[in-house]
Nanobody, 117 residues
Framework: QAQLVESGGGLVQPGGSLRLSCIASIGLFTFYNMGWYRQAPGKQRELVASITTSGRTNYADSVKGRFTISRDNAKNTLYLQMNSLKSDDTAVYYC???????????WGQGTQVTVSS
């Protein structure tokens, strides 16, 4: 069964960095455009970064220049390097297919990122 496992979150001070990882136990990972999403308390889940099968990336304006998405197809792993973190980045972060996909992989448990002094 397809499974997504996110990790790497934690508590970090404003201005700090974190690197998130997502291991995708799916056979077609190489053929999927993927994305990182986040959901803050009381808010809807939003796409913050996406990467195509060919490596083209796209970012939400709120994270552009601070976050970098990448993928290692040999390891079925998606990454999100987050720098210059702000309190507004506090959320649970999830990975999944990007919003152009007809269906999503079952959502994982996510990884909590808390930015606070």
């Amino acid at each position: 069964q397809a499974q997504l496992v996110e990790s790497g979150g934690g508590l970090v001070q404003p201005g700090g960095s974190l690197r998130l990882s997502c291991i995708a136990s799916i056979g077609l990972f190489t053929f999927y455009n993927m994305g990182w999403y986040r959901q803050a308390p009381g808010k809807q889940r939003e796409l913050v970064a996406s990467i195509t099968t060919s490596g083209r990336t796209n970012y939400a304006d709120s994270v552009k220049g601070r976050f970098t998405i990448s993928r290692d197809n040999a390891k079925n792993t998606l990454y999100l390097q987050m720098n210059s973190l702000k309190s507004d980045d506090t959320a649970v972060y999830y990975c999944n297919r990007d919003q152009t996909a007809p269906t999503f992989i079952p959502w994982g448990q996510g990884t909590q990122v808390t930015v606070s002094s």
